[in-house]
């Protein structure tokens, strides 16, 4: 756990340009959603539910 | 009791809300906690509230797992357990709960990805709004899911009969039925209370043993400050609460306050020992006309007894009585808390103070019991309806086998124990190692190839120069 959630970066370091920002923005946002979809879809099927 | 497809659905699914209310009732308040730490670290860059974030946001990542998997079962069940139910008032229920996954649900799963994994990678501002919107979405949540609940207790803006089914002819007044605005401020606190009381907790338990620990002092003076403010205020929102109860659920009040006769100067029943079968009291331990003060805002009121209501459609007493007291006493204790934690703020005793600090540790669990009571009284209250007036519960069960809700209540328990228990084991362990400042820093990178057998031993400096000889 300590070394996969991320802390801040370090105060001298210089940001990374806006679109790569965005661009991890919304791929973790999307993985997000897709990992509940499957913790879903998976608890599902699990319960023989069509 | 005979143990039927009905009565072993209504035990699975008391079971499984029972689990699953204590995650969400803590990551409701943690999510805010978060996005508060976040926003003072942002505002005042003491470190602090940074390391208090990077602890905090594992628990809640576990917590929210949890909350997620137990969750989705719930709503499985209204399916297998409970399709006449579903049939009947889907209809009008269903968007309610689609709205929870769609607008809620989802939003809080994609935020956290971000919260969770890319602090660096979006950006301090980015990364914040992550954390709002998740906070965001844990209200959102508990908005929609309240809303359901409050539905069922005082339905509105339908029509239909339970034959033909239920519709939606007034959207607004199913969403914003009327007990709903009370009962989202009630839970709302109660979850804020809740978090206030574990993150107390383990800050408490961390000062016991260390009492110049910075960042649980700080954790510890905010849950204080917290409890100090918002436990006063549930009072206040569990008090109007009682007021729709009296108003839409007169059966439920009656219970409630153990009230079998219908009367003007009802008496408080501190205590009692309320008997379906005797239709009384065996005993009670009373304040004489104070009830009807209470419950009715003057001695003169007359308040509904369970005589009012015919046997089949009174709730079970004895379990609502003693619920609700239980949930009304550790609120005021929690009231307490908050005034002593203010008064060693005050005193700047607070991190030293071995009392309180156990006090706080005890009171730790407190907040999960009063939910669970809270939600006892309103669920067992509101029998032997599923809809208030509506729909009977005994009619809203699936037409299965008690042979097959057996085999799945015994699955739920078994897997219940094993994955919650081992979960709930790891957040206490967490809890326990307290948050450590630089614990997520990258260690000093050496220059050596990875895997390498003495890769962790001290750099060899090399030969001593000739001056050091």
């Known amino acids: ?50 | 009791m005979e143990f039927d497809a009905l009565v072993l659905s209504r035990i699975q699914f008391a079971f499984t809300i029972a689990f699953h209310i204590i995650f969400p009732s803590f990551t409701i308040g943690l999510a805010s906690y978060l996005a508060v730490l976040e926003g003072l670290w942002l505002l005042t860059r003491n470190e602090t509230f940074k390391t208090l974030y990077l602890f905090w946001v594992k628990v809640f990542a576990l917590s929210f797992g949890m909350g997620v998997v137990s969750g989705v079962v719930m709503s499985y069940q209204l399916g297998t357990n409970w399709s006449v139910f579903s049939a009947v008032a889907g209809p009008v229920i269903g968007p309610l709960f689609a709205f929870e996954v769609l607008a809620a649900f989802f939003l809080e799963a994609s935020f956290l990805g971000v919260m969770l994994f890319g602090w660096k990678k979006v950006g301090p501002g980015l990364h914040f709004a992550s954390t709002v919107l998740v906070a965001f979405g844990t209200l959102t949540s508990a908005f929609w899911i309240i809303s359901a609940n409050s539905w069922m207790q005082s339905p509105s803006g339908f029509a239909g009969t339970v034959e033909e089914g239920l519709v939606a002819v007034n959207w607004l007044q199913v969403i914003f039925s009327p007990t709903f605005p009370e009962r989202l401020a009630h839970m709302v606190l109660a979850a804020y209370l809740t978090t206030a009381l574990v993150v107390a907790a383990a800050s408490a338990f961390r000062l016991l043993k260390d009492a110049s620990e910075t960042e649980s002092a700080m954790a510890l003076k905010m849950s204080i400050g917290m409890l100090a403010i918002v436990a006063p205020l549930q009072l206040l929102a569990g008090d109007l609460s009682g007021k729709d109860v009296r108003e839409h659920q007169p059966a439920k009040l009656a219970a409630i306050e153990a009230f079998w006769e219908t009367r003007t100067e009802q008496p408080f029943h501190i205590a009692a020992w309320p008997d379906r079968e005797l239709e009384g009291n065996h005993w009670e331990l009373s304040i004489p006309k104070i009830g009807s003060w209470i419950t009715g805002g003057s001695v003169e009121t007359e308040i509904q007894g369970l005589d009012a209501f015919a046997p089949e459609d009174r709730p079970p007493v004895f379990i609502v009585f003693w619920a609700f007291r239980l949930m009304v006493g550790l609120g005021l204790a929690m009231i307490a808390l908050g005034f002593w934690g203010a008064w060693t703020i005050w005193r700047g005793s607070t991190a030293r103070n071995q009392a309180f600090l156990r006090a706080c540790v005890a009171m730790g669990p407190t907040g999960f019991v009063a939910v669970i009571s809270g939600w006892i009284v309103a669920e067992v209250g509101r029998q032997p309806y599923v809809i208030y007036g509506v729909l009977r519960t005994e009619d809203a069960v699936s037409p299965i086998g008690a042979g097959a809700v057996s085999a799945s209540l015994l699955a739920f328990l078994v897997v219940y124990a094993i994955v919650f228990s081992v979960g709930a084991l790891y957040i206490l362990r967490l809890l326990a190692e307290g948050p450590v400042a630089g614990a997520h820093e990258a260690p000093p990178s050496q220059d050596r190839p990875p895997g390498w057998a003495l890769g962790a031993a001290p750099e060899d400096p090399g030969p001593p120069d000739k001056e050091d000889r």
């Open chain 1, 1 to 50: 756990m300590r070394d996969i959630i991320e802390g801040p970066p370090e105060p001298e370091t210089p940001p990374r340009p806006l679109h790569r920002r965005l661009a991890w923005f919304v791929v973790l946002a999307l993985g997000g959603m897709a990992a509940t979809g499957a913790v879903a879809y998976a608890l599902r099927a699990l319960l023989g539910l069509e």
